[in-house]
């Protein structure tokens, strides 16, 4: 009978708060598991009730020793024996919430993993239209929550939102928990941007969080928690877009959060937190020595509420370091850069290596210790240094934009310290990191943030070719490093579009797999949607996440298989040389350190140092390369002195072919994919010193490119081997008075060629219709090239613009669409120089579509000259027939023409010679300047093809 007495004495105990009741009933019920028999109804009722008493006094006294007695004992109430449906739920969830609160206390992992295996359990036990089953799903997801935010793994946040979106679609509007569900799930969304900097993911946050916040009360204790995420949502916001209301908006937000929260509640420190963070971003935009000390002052708080040895402590601790540090750049304060360390250093000692946010915080310490090194000199520092960003380097749980942070600012001391060997390694490390900053399922515009919000990673790859030469490593590691960290966008893309006709052949239903996945994955750019649509959103969201995760897996498998492991995996050294079977690949690296020319060839890569190539020299005529009106030959005759002259020279291309012209393929990078390489030269009467003289040049992206469009290569045969023509698509603009005459001129070509010729009118759909089965696209008009963001530069239609994101969308791969002609300004261009290595230009766009060939513009062009340069190329297609040589050919012949004519009606220029630049070295060309550059203008320069 001692078991009804002992539940006496809890009930007792429960109403009256007496340690002793609790202690006697505790007591009473253990020893009335020796009166039950093993595996028995009545022992399992007995193991239940006695972790629920040592349940209640943990809740009461706190002690640890009682959850760990609560856990054991319904632990072995469950396995004991089978029971209803019902009832092990509500065991599996009482131990799930148990040991939840067992890992708030301990932060042991296997704790937390406990708590999800019994919500999960749970879950899977409650069927879906169960009442009870969006409680169950919020629970899960709330464990999911803590799982990532502790520990990292963007899976477990995609859970969290996916648990969180099935409840919330189930809870009716006037339901009491959908508040608190609508501000779960936002949460989930404001830390997944902050993984992922989907921009979406923080317009759907702010959204849900208003939301909750609007089905909140005035006087409702859960307020202060949704002001706090609204607050923080808008905070993101102001980052990602900084204007000034919402700024005031996130503090406003922030101070109301705190005002309502009583000095004994447990969340204070972490509300005090984000105010101090307003009060520091403040700081940091106006450089506000009262607003630095405000929120020192606040941090200072939120660190002596927060629990001891918890993250909550470490995280108020590390921003106030830097919040110190800041005072000390402020005030040049030796003592605030010793206490900053300090200050750090007891939160390193709490936060555990595998948080999150650990890879930034080592980042910020490092900074503090080198700056110490540059003020007192001591090498300890400097090594204090190099360790914590090596180590945030390696953190796998961190973000990759911190983790290549770490990795650069070890490059820059290691460069300084002329380390070579160590400088190599560690930019090495942070280039294969670049494709992970950019996952696949993510969209363009936020791809081009992110690789705009580290500074430098877009020449991190030229930077590591540099130094890996430097470092005397062998060339091919060089141009590896370039095909990984450049062009990671169109990169990715492109793999999604890669021929997969041999796994088709070998292993049909991998293959087919693999396709629906690259279906779900490309083409991702979405129109904006109703604030309303974020459950759509974040179905989307989920679904690109799921395919993103689905392919990793699929693509390890078919590396596993015989013949296939090389899937995807990065290009080999005999992939690099068989690329170069029709002619030489080029790869022009430039850096402050050094330019190198990287060739090639099918028998063998080697590097070719160009010591006349400055970058300062690039930089500075880069400005000229940006129209035909700024041109001159000056910048040619550099370019053929420090750069063409060199390298043809080195590939035995010295003389002018009288039959069967070489081929190269230029991949230039950095600023100098603005230069018209191909026309470097001296173009003078009778000269050879051209590359127009020597080489037949194509260009491209990277090497990648060049094998992807080979593996998906066909031609379009004429008219006498093919009885049904193929289809031109020409198009005109009616605003410019040449390009209706051009279409009418290639109309009449193309038909005598044997092409079916459409013209549709110069509209959106109408274009994009059409380009669906065309296998040859001209387009006469205006081209517009977007400073800010590259992906929104376009072709201008009667209607609409066609942007490179909608171009980029476009699969025509499987039609393998034979030439697309872009006679327009600037097709070519990159007016963002941050992004130049990325090539969201329109040109690539079509490449990427499917055209084989592309032919454009790298600046403006004339209206005339355009309608006679097209007119020629075909003609030569018409005479020649049309395939991969004659196309190249009539666009190199042509310019070789069309530059003929121009040196023989331009051979009395105003030559104007200086023999020094500002820092007193040789110029290696001597700079000629035209008369006047609108009289006599470089109308063949700057058309360029890109292709097979």
């Not at 750019?525 to 989307?540: D, G, I, N, S």
């Not at 023989?904 to 300047?929: F, Y």
Request: contains cysteine; glycine residues 4%; charged residues 25%.
């Amino acid at each position: 009978m001692s078991h009804i007495l002992a539940a006496a004495y809890i009930d007792k105990y429960i109403n009256a708060q007496e340690e002793h009741d609790g202690n006697e009933g505790i007591r009473l019920l253990q020893e009335s598991l020796g009166e039950a028999q093993e595996n028995s109804l009545e022992r399992d009722k007995r193991l239940e009730l006695l972790g629920a008493a040592y349940w209640l006094r943990y809740e009461n006294l706190g002690h640890l020793a009682d959850i760990d007695a609560s856990i054991t004992h319904l632990e072995s109430a469950i396995s004991i024996i089978p029971k209803d449906q019902d009832q092990l739920i509500f065991q599996l969830k009482s131990l799930g919430r148990r040991y939840k609160s067992r890992y708030r206390k301990s932060h042991e992992e296997g704790d937390l993993e406990a708590a999800i295996s019994k919500f999960s359990r749970v879950l899977d036990l409650t069927k879906e239209d169960h009442p009870e089953w969006p409680d169950h799903a919020s629970d899960l997801a709330a464990v999911y929550q803590l799982r990532y935010a502790d520990f990292g793994g963007e899976v477990y946040v995609d859970l969290a939102i996916r648990h969180l979106e099935s409840a919330l679609k189930v809870t009716p509007q006037a339901h009491t928990e959908r508040a608190a569900r609508l501000h779960d799930l936002a949460t989930s969304y404001y830390a997944r941007y902050h993984w992922y900097e989907m921009k979406e993911d923080l317009d759907v946050a702010l959204q849900l969080s208003q939301e909750a916040l609007d089905l909140t009360p005035e006087n409702d204790s859960s307020r202060a928690d949704r002001l706090h995420t609204l607050g923080m949502s808008y905070s993101a916001l102001y980052g990602r877009e900084p204007r000034r209301e919402f700024r005031e908006k996130s503090f406003e937000l922030t101070q109301q959060s705190v005002l309502m929260t009583p000095k004994d509640d447990p969340y204070r420190s972490i509300r005090l937190k984000t105010l101090g963070s307003e009060y520091h971003s403040r700081f940091i935009d106006m450089n506000s020595k009262v607003d630095l000390d405000a929120a020192i002052e606040v941090y200072e708080e939120a660190a002596d509420l927060a629990p001891q040895n918890q993250m909550e402590k470490a995280d108020a601790l590390y921003l106030l370091g830097v919040g110190i540090y800041h005072r000390y750049s402020l005030l040049d304060t030796e003592d605030d850069l010793d206490k900053s360390i300090e200050v750090l250093r007891t939160s390193f000692a709490i936060i555990p290596p595998t948080h999150p946010q650990r890879g930034r915080q080592l980042a910020h310490m490092a900074i503090i210790y080198r700056d110490r090194y540059k003020k007192r000199g001591q090498e300890a520092d400097i090594e204090a240094a190099i360790e914590l960003y090596r180590e945030s380097l390696h953190n796998k749980t961190s973000p990759i934009s911190a983790r290549i942070g770490s990795g650069m600012s070890l490059f820059d001391i290691h460069i300084n310290r002329q380390d070579w060997s160590a400088a190599a390694e560690d930019i090495s490390t942070s280039v294969f990191l670049i494709p992970h900053l950019t996952p696949r399922f993510i969209n363009h515009q936020d791809k081009q943030y992110l690789l705009s919000q580290v500074p430098g990673v877009l020449s991190l790859a030229s930077h590591a070719a540099a130094v890996s030469l430097r470092a005397e490593k062998p060339p091919y590691e060089a141009v590896r490093l370039l095909e990984i960290g450049r062009g990671t966008i169109i990169s990715s893309l492109g793999d999604l579009r890669s021929d997969v006709s041999d796994l088709q052949q070998e292993h049909p239903e991998l293959a087919a797999e693999y396709i629906q996945l690259c279906t779900q994955l490309d083409g991702i750019e979405r129109q904006a949607k109703e604030p309303t649509a974020h459950m759509l959103w974040a179905q989307e969201g989920s679904h690109r996440y799921n395919a993103s995760q689905k392919m990793d897996d699929l693509i390890q498998v078919i590396q596993r298989l015989p013949g296939f492991e090389s899937f995807l995996v990065g290009l080999s050294e005999i992939d690099l040389k068989n690329a170069a079977v029709d002619g030489p690949i080029v790869v022009v690296n430039t850096t402050i350190f050094r330019c190198d020319a990287l060739l090639i060839e099918q028998d063998q890569i080697r590097s070719l140092l160009l010591p006349q190539l400055d970058y300062d020299d690039i930089e500075s005529y880069s400005e000229a390369v940006s129209g035909s009106k700024m041109f001159n030959l000056g910048v040619l005759e550099w370019l053929w002195s420090v750069l063409a002259k060199p390298i043809l020279d080195t590939l035995g291309f010295i003389d002018t072919p009288t039959t069967d012209w070489p081929r190269i393929w230029w991949v230039p990078t950095g600023l100098l994919t603005k230069f018209p390489i191909h026309a470097a030269g001296n173009h003078v009467p009778g000269s050879t010193d051209t590359v127009l003289d020597r080489v037949v040049s194509s260009y491209s992206s990277s090497i990648k490119a060049i094998i992807q469009s080979r593996a998906n290569r066909s031609s379009i045969a004429d008219s006498t081997n093919n009885a049904k023509p193929e289809k031109a698509v020409l198009v005109a603009t009616k605003d410019l008075l040449g390009a209706p005459k051009e279409v009418d001129d290639l109309h009449r070509i193309c038909e005598s060629i044997g092409l079916q010729v459409t013209k549709p009118l110069p509209r959106k759909a109408e274009v994009l219709a059409a380009l669906n089965d065309c296998h040859l696209f001209h387009f006469a008009g205006h081209g517009q090239s977007d400073f800010s963001d590259p992906s929104n530069s376009a072709i201008i239609l009667d209607d609409q613009r066609l942007t490179v994101s909608s171009l980029i969308k476009l699969n025509l791969q499987s039609h393998k669409p034979f030439l697309a002609y872009l006679s327009a300004c600037g097709t070519g261009q990159m007016r963002y120089n941050d992004l130049s290595d990325e090539g969201l230009h329109l040109i690539s766009a079509f490449q990427l579509a499917g055209f084989q060939h592309v032919i454009g513009t790298l600046w403006e062009v004339n209206d005339e000259f355009c309608t006679k340069m097209a007119r020629t190329i075909y003609d030569w297609m018409k005479m020649h027939g049309i395939s991969d040589q004659s196309l190249v050919s009539g666009l190199h012949h042509t310019s070789r023409n069309l530059r003929d004519e121009w040196v023989l009606n331009n051979t009395s220029r105003t030559v104007i010679a200086s023999s020094t630049e500002n820092s007193g070295k040789e110029r290696s060309a001597v700079v000629r300047d035209m008369v006047s550059c609108d009289d006599v203008p470089l109308y063949w320069v700057p058309f360029v093809h890109f292709g097979i």
